[in-house]
Structures are given as structure tokens and as C-alpha cells.
């Protein structure tokens, strides 16, 4: 049988698949990289490395800060990472929108050795996004707890309960998404994710103004440093919450942590939690 694509076939596939890679190569993708102190970072061109909380900040680390423009610098010791999500939703353009975190980032693939070598690119990410408008990390997955059991017996659960209350109350078409989520035994963790513009701006818009409800009804003047970042870890959650009421198609990546992790003592610290003996955790 004949090729049906004539005896120059595969060149002008070939070609078909260049011109594919270079459409994609002119999509913008910008990924902010939480930072607060100097640290490596991708080389890779789609990678914005900015300090977070710089506005409070003693030192200036040298790369892009969260207080220029519009923005909360200043709530960054209760909203952590997502006082770079803000600056990036008010003062940034591109055609898709991202968080890392400098020691957490998404890779092409699992593996050992030096996760540097494996840190997503951008033409990874480009050929992902042109068949799904959002990355997000690999589940967590719990083996004994819930999302919400997990939450409340590792922080205060006077800030989830806020939530569950604000979303009811606000934006009452999100509450059985929201008990979907929590009921579940996985998440997407990190704060980390990749999506396209129009669906960041949709999310932000809706994040935020549920975050600075509960912002106004907690009282964290006792709240440790570590337990007062309760906005950014409620917004790990909120993500899913959000991912479910809307429906999002998504593709999930690998992350890679870019220092070693002592899993042992993480276990036995979740086992002291889930039974009562130890309140809260180290930083993760």
C-alpha cells in the first residue's frame, strides 16, 4: 500500500512536529519560586524566584520581592507562599501562572540522585499544559486519617472550622465540594501547581476573598510561628476544593524535595499526632 503521505511523509511529519514544539515554545509560562532566604534555583527560564514576606524582611536576598506593586508582603507570616500567588495575580502577565517552593519542585520524572537534573522545564511543561490547562502535584495520601481528621489532630482546628463556616456562608455552592474533600483520604499538597491564566485569576479571586474572611475571624495572637501559618495550609485544601466545584481536568506531576527528608522521624511524628501525644509539627 501506498504511504498515504507520499514518498516525503515522514519529513512533513517531522515538520508538523517542529512546528508544534515552536507554537508551544511561544506560550508564557511563568513559575514563581517562594523563596526567604538565598538558595539554587531552575536555570530554566519559566522559574521566577521571588522573596516572599520581604517586606518584613531584615535582609534583601537579591532576587524579585512580593511588595511591589499590589500586595500582602506583610500577611506573609499567616499566608506564607501565597503572598507570592497574590503579587503574581496582580502584577504579573503570562499565559499560564505557577507556584513552587524552593525546596519543593515539580520533575519530569521519580528517580535518585541529584533532583536538579529532573527539575521540570519548560518545554516539559509547555507539552503537558497543551493537553491539560492545570499541573498539580501527586496525591498525598493518608492510609488511617481523613483530610480533616489529619488537619485537626496536626494544627488548631479553629482554622479549618472557620473555613467549612466562611465557604458555607459565603459561597454556599462550594460547601459540598468542600465536604467531598475533606472526607477524603488524599490531597494535592504544597501549595504547588501550574494553570492556565484565566483559571489562576478565577482561583485567586475566589481564594482570597475566602482566606481574608477567616484571616478576620480567627485570633492567632497565641498562635506559635509555626501554627500561624494557618492561611497557607488552609489553602492547600481550599485548592481541591475548588479543583472539585468547578470540575478542572488536571494532570499530576512528581515533586521532588531538594534536601533530604528524615521520613522516619515524619512518621513517627504523625503517629504521635493522630493519637494525642504531640500537638502540631516541624516545618515541613
Known amino acids: 500500500m501506498a504511504d498515504p503521505l507520499g514518498p516525503h511523509g515522514a519529513d512533513h511529519a517531522g515538520e508538523g512536529r517542529t512546528s508544534r514544539r515552536e507554537s508551544r515554545r511561544g506560550v508564557k509560562v511563568k513559575v514563581l519560586v517562594a523563596a526567604h532566604k538565598p538558595y539554587r534555583m531552575p536555570a530554566d527560564g519559566i522559574y521566577l524566584p521571588i522573596q516572599v514576606g520581604r517586606s518584613g524582611a531584615s535582609t534583601d536576598i537579591g532576587i524579585k520581592g512580593d511588595d511591589t506593586g499590589e500586595n500582602i508582603s506583610a500577611k506573609n507570616p499567616n499566608y506564607c507562599e501565597l503572598t507570592a500567588a497574590y503579587w503574581a495575580w496582580k502584577n504579573l502577565t503570562a499565559d499560564y501562572i505557577g507556584l513552587a517552593h524552593y525546596r519543593r519542585h515539580f520533575v519530569g520524572s521519580h528517580g535518585f540522585g541529584d533532583p536538579w537534573g529532573r527539575v521540570l522545564t519548560g518545554d516539559a511543561a509547555r507539552a503537558l499544559l497543551s493537553q491539560s490547562d492545570v499541573i498539580l502535584p501527586k496525591k498525598r495520601r493518608y492510609i488511617i486519617e481523613s483530610v480533616y481528621s489529619h488537619y485537626i489532630h496536626a494544627h488548631h482546628r479553629a482554622g479549618i472550622d472557620a473555613a467549612i463556616a466562611t465557604i458555607r456562608k459565603h459561597h454556599p455552592d462550594y460547601a459540598p465540594a ?11 499538597m504544597f501549595n504547588m501547581f501550574i494553570m492556565k491564566w484565566e483559571l489562576f485569576d478565577a482561583y485567586c479571586a475566589w481564594l482570597f476573598d475566602v482566606l481574608f474572611r477567616v484571616e478576620q475571624e480567627l485570633d492567632m495572637s497565641s498562635y506559635s510561628s509555626f501554627e500561624a501559618r494557618v492561611l497557607g495550609r488552609l489553602s492547600e485544601l481550599l485548592l481541591d476544593v475548588w479543583i472539585e466545584r468547578n470540575g478542572i481536568v488536571y494532570k499530576e506531576v512528581p515533586v521532588a524535595f531538594m534536601e533530604p527528608q528524615n521520613w522516619l522521624r515524619k512518621g513517627g ?8 501525644v504531640i500537638h502540631g509539627a516541624e516545618p515541613r
Open 178 to 188: 468542600c465536604a467531598e474533600v475533606l472526607k477524603r483520604n488524599w490531597a494535592h
Open 269 to 276: 511524628s504523625f503517629v504521635l499526632r493522630r493519637f494525642g
